[in-house]
């Protein structure tokens, strides 16, 4: 059964580090197409707006967004 829109198989794969293709390429899952709700980066916006609408507040929302990623690799890759 697919997570908001992700294969199980392409999930582990990723999460287990699966990364020797013994199988062969063809026989290995591809990159999960995105969920119908968020269709790729364009969809950003909408995706602010509506946790926006959820209460959330600017600072929260920016954190949500990709703050959190550049804070963990500022303080794992320290410049």
Request: no cysteine.
């Amino acid at each position: 059964m697919p997570v908001l829109g992700w294969s199980p198989d392409a999930l582990g794969w990723m999460r287990n580090g699966r990364w020797d293709r013994a199988t062969g390429p063809s026989a290995a899952p591809s990159f999960p197409s995105w969920p119908k709700w968020f269709d790729g980066p364009k969809d950003f916006g909408s995706l602010s707006d509506g946790l926006d609408g959820a209460g959330f507040t600017s600072i929260e929302r920016d954190l949500v967004l990709g703050g959190n990623w550049l804070r963990l690799f500022g303080e794992v890759f320290p410049s």
